[in-house]
């Protein structure tokens, strides 16, 4: 499992979890929009979601377990990490007398959670409803609470409301700085690097090697040949006692370096919600199951670290919660020149699109003309601008002309920052059809129990709950998805047309089709199955084993169309492994 390196003080996971309890430990947390006030733009189906999905793993764990509903609801809170423990005590003494009284009477978490008040009605519903209905059931199941003179508290009818109480705001204003900036939460120099992982910190760009001095941090050119401090952090610096010169004249001046980015959305991030935390038989054969639920919040649920583009790492050092091959456009570039060694930033964001790169998002890449290296950046926003959990979805879809103008401003941007020399891909937007003709009839983590639940059930709960990640795409209406798709296509195609048209002083400027549907293509080939690439909690984004693959693709479109994107091969690359050995690592 991961390692907690991080260290963040108690208070500030509490409020974080507070915050997210309901929300963010489902799959709801899949819908992948950035944090901005309030905390959920939609609570109400956030809250309704999570508190189903609970409500059904406490039910199979009771059976699972052998237990009664009561038992297992009093140690519920034992499968949390310690800091979580007296909040999950005080939700489970505000609701766990209601919901243990309404599963012992074999209703199922629809209605649990309507009778309780965390879901709003409306007819959603994740599980088959009961014979009587569910709007019947709802009312009886709140006839019996009432009966039993068990009224339910508003305190989280509204979960944003939690960042009101005493000891929790500023906290709140905490995560909001950090979830709406996308900065490093730990910089104490300002440079927009920091020395610990999460919180938008190494695990998103280079470690900063020297946190007391904004002079210091990957990617910049060395100061004085860093004969003596290791101003790039790349893990080269001193004299050559031999020749006299710095190894940093010896062994990097003169080689091509490109560092590595990408502008993008959750896909770029690389967003996953562990299946463990959605399996009960797991979970009730594992009482460390969420050991590691907070780190993986601070990431955001994000997995930089692991992704196609700035992925650095083995992923079995995150095992369970995360398993499969590593390569990335980072890993690549950095094997051909060891120089660039931690010359890397990942500014995905959840729920990014041209809109909200081109507000806010960009200004947070970190890049400087007169003092840094030259940059290859990709663009890629591939699905959110046609992506929304909106009833009337296409209305919210973003425009050919809005792509265009949006686009084009983030590119005049980029050229105010970039060095000289950098390269920019504009990569084109996914056809998400592949998700519902490949998932709908499997079953979801949440029912392999009893193979009661679909990813079609899960698709129309949450375009019920209007909080889908993607309603164009997750839909059983094929005119739609086909909808969706042409606008994809669309606007894929105005950032084509950009690329040919529009030139910039500091940077080329490139188009390449998504890689996501060849790299499905190619496992197919290798006798894989489609739904094996797909995130297996959300049902949407690339999971783990298509990372290389999407870096494959992408590659083989650099060789076969631009090979002057290939970064030339250091010569002096056995000189640096023999004498810095891993630079330090990561």
């Keep these: 499992s991961t390692q907690s390196t991080w260290g963040f003080q108690e208070p500030a996971h509490m409020g974080l979890f507070s915050v997210v309890f309901f929300a963010l430990l489902a799959i709801v947390a899949a819908r ?10 939609n609570a109400k189906g956030g809250t309704c979601a999570g508190c189903t999905i609970i409500v059904a793993l406490v039910e199979q764990l009771a059976e699972l377990d052998n237990k009664t509903i009561d038992d297992e609801v009093a140690q519920l809170c034992n499968r949390f990490p310690g800091p979580l423990k007296p909040l999950c005590k ?16 074999k209703y199922n978490p629809d209605v649990v959670c309507n009778a309780i008040g965390l879901c709003g009605g409306g007819g959603c519903h994740l599980f088959p409803p009961p014979k009587e209905g569910l709007e019947a059931a709802i009312e009886t199941a709140k006839g019996m609470l009432i009966a039993n003179n068990m009224r339910m508290p508003d305190l989280l009818k509204d979960m944003p409301a939690i960042c009101k109480l005493p000891g929790i705001k500023e906290i709140c204003d905490i995560i909001y700085r950090w979830g709406s900036d996308h900065y490093p939460l730990d910089d104490a120099d300002k440079d927009d690097f920091a020395p610990l992982s999460t919180f938008r910190g190494a695990d998103w760009r280079g470690r900063d090697c020297d946190d007391s001095n904004p002079n210091y941090y990957p990617g910049r050119t060395p100061i004085d040949n860093d004969a003596v401090h290791d101003s790039n952090c790349n893990g080269i610096k001193g004299v050559d006692p031999v020749t006299n010169k710095t190894y940093e004249e010896l062994f990097c001046s003169g080689t091509a370096h490109h560092g590595v980015a990408i502008l993008g959305d959750s896909a770029a991030a690389h967003f996953h919600i562990p299946p463990i935390w959605m399996t009960s038989t797991y979970i009730a054969s594992h009482n460390d199951t969420f050991d590691y639920l907070i780190d993986i919040l601070e990431n ?33 570039t950095r094997s051909r020149n060891l120089c660039i060694h931690r010359d890397y930033q990942n500014i995905g964001v ?26 290859s ?18 209305a919210d879809m973003t425009t050919e002309q809005e792509m265009h103008d949006e686009a084009l401003s983030t590119m005049k ?12 891909t504009m990569m ?27 990813y079609s059930m899960v698709y129309d709960f949450l375009n019920c709950l209007s909080i889908s990640p993607c309603r164009g795409w997750m839909n059983a209406n094929a005119t739609l998805r086909n909808i969706t798709t042409e606008r994809a296509q669309n606007l894929s195609s105005v950032l084509n047309k950009l690329s040919q048209t529009e030139k910039f002083e500091n940077f080329d400027l490139y188009y390449t089709e998504n890689p996501i549907g060849p790299a499905i293509q190619e496992w197919v080939a290798r006798g894989g199955q489609a739904w094996q690439l797909i995130e297996p909690v959300d049902g949407f984004h690339p999971g783990q084993l298509a990372q290389p693959l999407i870096v494959d693709v992408v590659y083989q479109w650099v060789a076969a169309n631009h090979p002057e994107l290939l970064p030339p091969v250091n010569p002096n690359n056995a000189a640096i492994l023999k004498i810095f050995g891993d630079q330090g690592g990561h």
């Design 32 to 41: 992948s929009r950035p944090i901005e006030p309030p905390l959920f733009s």
């Design 90 to 105: 005080t939700l489970v003494d505000m609701f766990g007398p209601a919901i243990i009284n309404l599963l012992e009477q």
């Design 377 to 394: 950046v990709m663009y890629a926003l591939i699905g959110n601008d046609v992506c929304n959990g909106h009833p009337d979805t296409v």
């Design 413 to 424: 941007y980029l050229d105010t920052i970039l060095p000289k020399g950098s390269q920019v």
């Design 428 to 454: 084109g937007l996914a056809d998400g059809r592949i998700l519902y003709e490949t998932l709908y009839d499997r079953i979801h983590p949440l029912g392999s129990l009893r193979n009661d639940v679909t």
């Design 350 to 375: 959840n729920g990014a699109r041209a809109g909200s790169m081109n507000d806010t998002i960009m200004q947070t890449l970190a890049r400087n003309q007169k003092t840094d290296y030259p940059l």
């Design 300 to 332: 955001e649920l994000d997995w930089p670290m692991l992704s196609a583009t700035t992925g650095f790492t083995d992923s079995a050092r995150y095992s369970p919660e995360i398993a499969g091959p590593v390569n990335s456009t980072y890993l690549f």
